[in-house]
């Protein structure tokens, strides 16, 4: 079976038992892994990258920002909000000339509001 056959499948058991997906998460990484060694690992620092931000430095300076709303929340403001962060932060990452050009973290985090933007959209 090819790689795009065993994803389709995938997706469709996914849209079926969520639960199912998370617990056997570990087989999927080792299938990616197997396929593409490079992008396992970066999935895994990206993974990491993603459990680091739990802890919002923005909810200290700005308690009153509903930002469970901004990235979950329905409508174009949300998805505005989200795939503008990304945007900036792939256009940071192409800048020149400055300290934050051309910074990985930069690409995680514009991966994590595409990944977040794909969430909200998950039952579309």
Not at 1 to 30: V, W, Y
Not at 36 to 45: I, P, Y
Request: charge should be negative; aromatic fraction near 12%.
């Amino acid at each position: 079976m090819e790689i795009h056959e065993e994803l389709k499948k995938l997706r469709e058991q996914i849209d079926k038992d969520e639960k199912m997906f998370i617990t056997n998460g570990h087989k999927d990484l080792d299938m990616l892994y197997e396929h593409d060694r490079g992008l396992a690992v970066v999935f895994c620092f990206f993974l990491y990258h993603v459990l680091t931000t739990y802890s919002d430095k923005y909810n200290e300076i700005m308690p009153f920002v509903d930002n469970t709303w901004l990235k979950y929340g329905e409508g174009l403001i949300p998805a505005g909000h989200n795939v503008g962060q990304a945007v900036s932060y792939l256009k940071r990452y192409l800048s020149q000339g400055y300290e934050k050009s051309y910074q990985r973290d930069d690409l995680m985090k514009a991966a994590h509001f595409l990944l977040i933007e794909t969430a909200r959209r998950q039952h579309d």
